[in-house]
């Protein structure tokens, strides 16, 4: 079984410039989730989705950030524009049920903000 | 105050060592006490999780929830040099997903 995939693992991009972030799941899995990990600190959450709606987006920073997840699959997290605090690694993750359900993570996309 | 607290490393042991590894936390609606281990450049995996006060055993791992310290604790058997990796605590509320994480104890396990 394929794990949660991200794309790209690293991206490098110049202040004021747009970014999007993409994630697969693993197949069946309704919920999914967004975290970010800005250096030196811990991994914070930002979103979960269940199929296409989103359950709670009470970590996402400000409105330059936006995510989908368009049919209830894969899932984007766009940036518009970046700032130099936007830098991190951003993971996604899965989960099968509600309730208490492992959460399966993606190696996570660095985004280097310069 | 963070609501979870970890002490980052780095903690170098020689192989075979105990390895004992910490988390406080301040808020008591955490019921729920996961740890994972992250490899460089992998995600996270998750290793064990507990819901209750008590201890809990997988091979060489065993998972130690205080809920009146508010301290969890993961302690590892015979360490390996595999074992080398940034160990996280994460932590949930009842009816809510959103894990709240630790920093990491990075460890590095000597051969």
């Known amino acids: 079984e394929a794990g949660v995939t991200q794309f790209p693992s690293h991206s490098v991009i110049e202040k004021g410039q747009t970014v999007t972030l993409r994630c697969d799941p693993i197949?069946?899995?309704?919920?999914l989730y967004w975290y970010r990990r800005v250096m030196g600190k811990e991994i914070k959450f930002l979103l979960h989705?269940?199929?296409?709606?989103?359950?709670?987006e009470s970590g996402m920073p400000n409105n330059r950030f936006l995510a989908e997840r368009t049919g209830g699959t894969y899932s984007t997290l766009k940036v518009q524009p970046a700032e130099l605090e936007d830098s991190g690694v951003y993971f996604c993750?899965?989960?099968?049920?509600?309730?208490?359900?492992?959460?399966?993570f993606g190696p996570g996309t660095r985004l280097t903000v310069t | 105050q963070k609501e979870v607290e970890q002490d980052p490393g780095p903690l170098s042991v020689p192989e075979g060592a105990i390895v004992s590894l910490n988390c406080t936390y301040s808020n008591s609606a955490f019921q729920y006490f996961m740890w994972y281990r992250q490899y460089s450049r992998k995600g996270p995996e998750l290793l064990m999780y507990t819901y209750s006060s008590g201890n809990k055993e997988d091979g060489r791992f065993t998972a130690q929830v205080d809920k009146s310290s508010k301290y969890i604790s993961l302690f590892i058997r015979d360490s390996q040099p595999s074992d080398s990796a940034t160990y996280l605590c994460a932590m949930l509320t009842s009816g809510t997903y959103k894990y709240i994480f630790g920093t990491g104890t990075r460890l590095k396990v000597l051969a």
């Open positions: 197949s069946g899995h309704d919920n």
């Open positions: 993750a899965s989960s099968q049920d509600l309730g208490l359900s492992e959460q399966y």
């Open positions: 989705f269940v199929k296409e709606s989103k359950q709670d």
